[in-house]
């Protein structure tokens, strides 16, 4: 649990000693192992613990690391440039620090990591780290993520005649600062997005000849040593492709006309699009999509107006979840196992949706609860900045991060309530959850 505020005079300590110690030591605690069994209770008290979280301060390049078992301050770091982003890594143990304008990718290690030893996975806990891994490419931007693999798109440079690339690595890489990890290369810019399936990487592709950074085509390609050789180029256009998320057999993309899906069976893969329904007015268009392996459907955003995907019915479906007028979606993903979707919105409201995998028709996402994390006039929101969401994947909490209070919530999704308020005392600009998933026999 979030302490309600930091002894400061523990945090001046505490910072000391890390910027003391630097990377000459690293303290590992091993934990109880956590068995392997079948059960499947809905005990979420897992022994994989609260996790940590790493926030960025928008007045400086420093990111600190704290423990949401305590509150705690384990570390802090200075990234080369202030963060445009932060994402979590395949197994969720390594923040992607993306700094998209000065061309670079940085990872701090949050510590805590298991390993699989056979009949049982051991946890374990570190000090928090700056790893020596950097990339540095033009404009990283869409970062998509499986349990296994990461895609970092990087869009490229039009002024620079820069050309797009793609990165595809893995936890494994980040941890040994290991660099060969394979790239695409494309023949020009593009704002494109990426979804890596195994030797397999589903990209999109844009034709040099147009006026539009945006692609309108899709490519599978196949892993060679370091670099992809295009396979297949699907013939079925996406103009105006943006967002893309993928699941267990399907990846998807929004066009301006609809939502093409690619459905995977081996290595082979077919092509289809659902079309836009009369939900969608004027120029409406999806544009975010998000995805969970072990959900079948999609869901996706048109601004505020949010659509479940069904891609085996081939259906889109618009999800009443009550938007203030005027409100826009600023956080969003699927939380509790799955099992739960959050939208975050600019009112300070956070909106929780149930998931009905089951559902073969209508939307397979219903409003369940709203909570109010703040009150305050968020019009009054320092410049560039919002509220900005992190979920935990060990349990059924989230957490808000609130720049004009200074102030991280912690938000209980079965209660429905704000259960603690942490004060920062530095503004906080980007926010992410690290540490071990809870198991599909956890929940």
């Known amino acids: 649990m979030l302490k309600s505020k930091l002894n400061v005079l523990a945090l001046l300590i505490s910072a000391s000693l890390l910027a003391a110690c630097g990377d000459s030591t690293t303290n590992i605690v091993e934990k109880d192992p956590i068995p392997v069994e079948d059960d499947h209770d809905h005990d979420h008290d897992h022994e994989t613990g609260a996790g940590r979280l ?37 197994s969720q143990r390594f923040a992607m620090v993306v700094q998209r304008e000065s061309d670079k990718v940085e990872f701090i290690d949050g510590g805590l990591y298991q390993e699989d030893h056979g009949d049982h996975l051991h946890p374990y806990e570190e000090e928090p780290r700056l790893m020596s891994l950097q990339l540095s490419e033009s404009r990283p931007t869409h970062v998509t993520t499986t349990d296994e693999q990461i895609a970092i798109f990087f869009d490229g440079n039009a002024a620079s005649s820069t050309v797009a690339k793609v990165a595809v690595l893995n ?78 057999d399907y990846v998807s993309f929004g066009c301006t006309d609809g939502v093409m899906l690619l459905k995977q069976d081996g290595e082979t893969f077919t092509a289809s699009k659902v079309a836009h329904t009369t939900d969608f007015t004027g120029t409406m268009r999806i544009g975010t999509l998000k995805g969970h392996e072990d959900a079948p459907h999609f869901i996706g955003f048109a601004g505020a107006t949010v ?14 979840w009550q938007a203030a007028t005027g409100a826009s979606i600023i956080g969003y993903g699927f939380a509790d196992h799955g099992e739960k979707f959050v939208l975050l919105d600019s009112t300070g409201a956070l909106s929780i949706l149930n998931y009905n995998a089951e559902a073969t028709t209508g939307a397979a996402f219903e409003l369940a609860d709203k909570v109010q994390i703040t009150t305050a006039d968020l019009t009054t929101m320092p410049t560039g900045s919002q509220l900005q969401l992190a979920i935990s994947a060990a349990d059924d909490k989230v957490y808000v991060a609130d720049p004009l209070s200074k102030t991280v919530s912690t938000i209980d999704l079965e209660e429905a309530e704000v259960t603690e308020t942490q004060e920062l005392g530095f503004t906080p600009h980007k926010l992410v959850w690290l540490g071990i998933p809870a198991g599909h026999d956890d929940h």
């Open 54 to 90: 790493v926030i960025s301060d928008k007045d400086s390049t420093m990111l600190r690391v704290y423990n949401l078992e305590d509150g705690d301050l384990l570390g802090q770091f200075s990234s080369l440039n202030n963060a445009s982003a932060l994402h979590a890594s395949a």
């Open 171 to 248: 936890d494994d890489q980040i941890n040994s600062g290991n660099n060969d990890y394979p790239v695409l290369t494309y023949s020009t810019h593009m704002h494109g997005a990426a979804q890596a399936r195994g030797e397999i990487l589903v990209s999109t592709i844009r034709d040099a000849a147009t006026a539009s950074t945006l692609p309108d085509q899709v490519g599978i390609y196949h892993v060679h040593g370091d670099h992809f050789h295009l396979e297949q180029e699907f013939d079925m256009r996406c103009p105006g492709l943006h967002g893309s998320a993928q699941n267990a």
């Open 307 to 320: 659509f479940s995907v069904n891609p085996e019915a081939g259906s889109l479906n618009k999800v009443e």
